[in-house]
Nanobody, 124 residues
Framework: DVQLVESGGGSVQAGGSLRLSCAISGHTDSNYCMGWFRQAPGKEREGVAWIDGYGTATYADSVRGRFTISKDNARNTLYLQMNSLKPEDTAIYYC???????????????????WGQGTQVTVS
């Protein structure tokens, strides 16, 4: 079975940085799309960034220029580098994988087949 395990969350002051990791197990196919989502208390889950099977990244307007998504295929790990963090970035962050090399709406949660358990990010 495919498993996604996030790590790297924590508490940070506004303006600080964190790097989230998502370890992928259960397969070694590197051509699938992967994304990062977040859910704040009382809000719906929203797409933050996604990367297609060819390495093209797309970002939500709210994080563009501050966050960077990347994937290390040799380590089978997805990353999200978050800089210039703001209190409104506080949420549980989830990684997700879609069994496709490209998606019509990579920031839409319905496109994804597998999800991690989430990691908390708190910005104060």
């Amino acid at each position: 079975d495919v498993q996604l395990v996030e790590s790297g969350g924590g508490s940070v002051q506004a303006g600080g940085s964190l790097r989230l990791s998502c370890a992928i197990s259960g397969h070694t196919d590197s051509n699938y799309c992967m994304g990062w989502f977040r859910q704040a208390p009382g809000k719906e889950r929203e797409g933050v960034a996604w990367i297609d099977g060819y390495g093209t990244a797309t970002y939500a307007d709210s994080v563009r220029g501050r966050f960077t998504i990347s994937k290390d295929n040799a380590r089978n790990t997805l990353y999200l580098q978050m800089n210039s963090l703001k209190p409104e970035d506080t949420a549980i962050y989830y990684c997700a994988e879609a069994l496709a090399s490209t998606l019509d709406d990579g920031l839409g949660s319905r496109e994804y087949n597998y999800w991690g358990q989430g990691t908390q990010v708190t910005v104060s």
